[in-house]
């Protein structure tokens, strides 16, 4: 794959242990002893019969399954351990491999920060659009989730102008969580078979992947269940997502919250196993701790960092790629808390190499886009890639000649060994370094030097436009549903 | 008030400060046998913990999960006491009945649900629906207990229209103002309710009690 234009972290010289074999291994046997005892709840009628062909137990009145740890780890067996998210620019495909880590950006937002008059306002379609192609000009990012949800389009099909409008507007690799029931599935399905050029096509090169939410504690949600089976069918990659949050859908210890999360996405991979034996799945997960005194969502904190750490080590276990949730925050506007939030739960699912990063550029609990916000979840992401890379000890990097150039004293401003390594040192776009009296003067800082970049972006940068036979294809499928 | 008397309403509070549903049953018990009238029981007794965790959450120092299972504990006692008060005739006083329910294709449940514990503790009759609610079912659980508010949550782009299919509905059939609606969830705005022509809007829990006592005219309570 060409690094020209995009930014992967591989080859990571940092290491965390987060949790050991054992503990990985008494993760797995509760899992599994969940599924087995409390069972998962599987309300769909496709969904039940397939685990009932299979022997599991499956009470269709409350629609739950139990199922022996042999069916939930032989089905596990067919997991392909690799695969490619594949990009209308095939030179943007990205490998999920285990040595890449992608960032995305967030989804399925509700609120736009406006990229000209700054104020807070519903999302519509053309912020699908614009967010597409500032994300498309970026190297960070490596992939889209539809950042925002298009409000002004009919709620049947938004799923579907939402996917158009990404790739519409950049040739990346495009995921969304916003198609959820069969209709939009199945339309989603052909869209992308069009794009791929073919059914057998997709196979080889999945243009889109599909994330669905698992409803926790130890439940999934119909609609999401046949939609991610429609996609399976296809050979889309698809994962589902726990969000168990400790105290309110979560025990309210970690290993607890962690378990119960695994048993909602292991049981769920296992189905699309069942069903379709090697399709392409992922593991993903935003587990995150309620607040104590109001229950509020928080999307980030330590609870969240040591989650994102350890997702990871689970998500190898069963060897599948993952997506984690990371960026999350709660902050209201960019500013300390976000940056906080940001750099410490991208570190840790980065450090462990998590496939996939979800994602930058909201607030307020992956409620409110800012353009300002993404620009510098980039910046950490730069930062964290950088850092990945450690430090590397060998003759040329330990500059002996140099240092005995120089000797006691002086400077190595001068010294060639320095003109050739310096452009490795980190060049922030968005870190104040300036004099302290320049900073009174401007009162600027690096929001306003974040939104103006993505303004220029978006005044300037030009994606390969999509073919309009293409276009119109869709545009086609899309009012077959909306007239359903 | 006898020693004896003080010290079981004592008691009850505190099986309900310390959510011990356990306790709280056995001390109802109790007090039909020592034919205690259920109201006092209650009033003297039990709401007084209610009150107490309810005072703590507003200070931060209680957490969710004490508040929760006060509610719990609470509602078992009330329920222990029940039939006594059914066979005397009397009615406990409650700020008013609220319908609470997630809107149809929606199951997004923890905001709702805190809500609803929230309302409860604040002395309102909640009934508690669960998710994915279709219009039907949230209008005629209404119209059957004789509803003062009818409360919506909804967490999605795609369901908060549905809000709007119920007002609608209960309009048609006549129903509002005499039952009035309250609207929520994380893409709701005040706009929106207002739009929709909701009678009241909250951000959160503490806001929805406030906007509830507001609704039945007892916003000073
Ligand atoms: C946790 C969560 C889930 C959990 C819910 C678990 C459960 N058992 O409830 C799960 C994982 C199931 C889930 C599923 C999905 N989710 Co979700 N979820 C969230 C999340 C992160 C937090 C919600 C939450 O619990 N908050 C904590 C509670 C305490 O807060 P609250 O719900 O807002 O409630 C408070 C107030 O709003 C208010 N309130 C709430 N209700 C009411 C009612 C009344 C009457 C009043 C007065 C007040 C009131 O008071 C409450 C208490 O303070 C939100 C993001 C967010 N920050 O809100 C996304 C979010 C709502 N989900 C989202 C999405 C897209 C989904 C899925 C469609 C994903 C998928 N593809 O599967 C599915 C939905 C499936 C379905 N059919 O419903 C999007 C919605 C975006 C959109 N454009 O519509 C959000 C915004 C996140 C995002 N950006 O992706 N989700």
Same mark, same amino acid.
């Given at each position: ?27 797995? *046997? ?233 048993? *909602? ?207 119109? *294809? ?11 | ?107 997004? *449940? ?112």
């Amino acid at each position: 794959m060409s690094h020209k234009t995009i930014k992967t972290i591989s080859d990571p010289k940092l290491k965390l242990e987060v949790l050991t074999k054992e503990e990985v291994q008494k993760i797995h *046997e509760a899992t599994l002893h969940i599924i087995q005892t409390t069972g998962i709840r599987f309300p769909s009628k496709r969904a039940l019969e397939i685990w009932e062909a299979h022997g599991a137990d499956v009470n269709y009145e409350k629609k739950i399954i139990r199922a022996k740890p042999q069916l939930i780890e032989d089905a596990l067996k067919t997991c392909p351990p690799k695969y490619v998210l594949a990009a209308r620019d095939p030179q943007q495909d990205l490998p999920l491999d285990g040595n890449h880590v992608c960032l995305g950006t967030d989804g399925c937002g509700v609120e736009v920060i406006d990229i000209e008059t700054k104020e807070k306002r519903t999302s519509v379609l053309q912020d699908v659009r614009d967010i597409a192609r500032v994300a498309d000009a970026t190297n960070e990012v490596a992939f889209h989730w539809v950042p925002v949800s298009a409000q002004d389009t009919p709620t049947e099909a938004r799923g579907l102008h939402e996917i158009k409008a990404v790739w519409e507007n950049s040739t990346k690799h495009v995921q969304t969580e916003s198609i959820y029931n069969v209709h939009e599935a199945k339309a989603a399905v052909e869209m992308a078979e069009i794009l791929a050029g073919g059914k057998d096509n997709l196979r080889e090169r999945p243009v889109i992947s599909m994330m669905q939410c698992t409803a926790p504690p130890l439940g999934h949600d119909g609609g999401s269940l046949d939609a991610a089976l429609i996609a399976a069918e296809a050979g889309i990659p698809t994962g589902f997502m726990t969000m168990s949050a400790c105290l309110t859908t979560g025990p309210a210890t970690l290993a607890g919250t962690l378990t119960v999360g695994n048993a *909602e996405v292991i049981a769920a991979t296992a189905l699309l196993q069942l069903a379709y034996p090697g399709a392409p799945v992922f593991y993903a997960a935003a587990q995150t701790s309620s607040d104590p005194r109001t229950g509020a969502y928080t999307g980030g904190g330590p609870e969240d960092f040591l989650f994102g750490a350890a997702t990871n080590v689970l998500s190898d276990f069963y060897n599948i790629p993952l997506s984690m949730g990371s960026f999350a925050t709660g902050a209201k506007e960019p500013n300390w808390q976000a940056g906080l939030e940001g750099s410490l739960s991208t570190f840790m699912a980065s450090v462990v190499m998590s496939d996939m990063l979800l994602g930058c550029g909201f607030l307020h609990g992956s409620r409110i886009w800012s353009y300002a916000e993404m620009m510098m979840d980039c910046e950490i992401f730069s930062i964290i890639h950088k850092m990945m890379q450690g430090i590397v000890v060998d003759e040329e990097t330990l500059a002996l000649d140099a240092i005995a150039a120089v000797g006691p004293g002086g400077h190595y401003l001068a010294q060639k060994h320095t003109r050739n390594h310096m452009r490795e040192l980190f060049m922030p776009q968005f870190l104040d370094r300036r004099p302290y009296t320049q900073w009174e003067e401007k009162g600027d800082d690096a929001r306003d030097w974040a939104l103006n970049k993505a303004r220029k972006i978006l005044k300037e940068h030009q994606p390969d436009p999509l073919d309009e036979k293409i276009s119109k *294809e869709f545009e086609r499928i899309i009012k077959l549903v909306e007239k359903k | 008030m006898s020693e004896e008397l003080e010290t079981l309403f004592k008691q009850m509070a505190q099986s309900i400060i310390d959510g011990d549903s356990d306790i709280s049953v056995e001390l109802a018990q109790k007090s039909i046998e020592m034919n205690i009238p259920p109201l006092d029981a209650i009033t003297k007794g039990f709401v007084v913990g209610v009150n107490y965790i309810g005072d703590q959450f507003g200070l931060g120092e209680a957490f969710l999960p004490e508040l929760v299972m006060a509610g719990e504990a609470m509602k078992a006692a009330v329920a222990t006491l029940e039939p006594e008060l059914l066979k005397l005739g009397e009615a406990r006083e409650t700020m008013g009945k609220v319908v609470l329910a997630t809107v149809e294709g929606d199951i997004h *449940e923890i905001g709702k649900t805190l809500v609803g514990t929230m309302l409860s503790a604040s002395g309102f009759e909640v009934t508690d629906l669960g998710v994915d609610q279709p219009a039907d079912k949230i209008i005629g659980k209404a119209i059957e207990i004789g509803a003062s508010i009818v409360g919506m949550s909804a967490l999605l782009t795609t369901t908060m229209v549905r809000q709007r299919e119920v007002i609608e509905e209960m309009d048609k059939e006549g129903l509002r103002p005499k039952i009035k609606v309250m609207v929520g969830g994380a893409p709701i705005t005040r706009e929106w309710a207002t739009k929709i022509k909701a009678d009241g809007y909250s951000e959160d829990a503490v806001g929805a009690v406030k906007l509830a006592k507001d609704l039945v005219g007892k916003g000073d309570a």
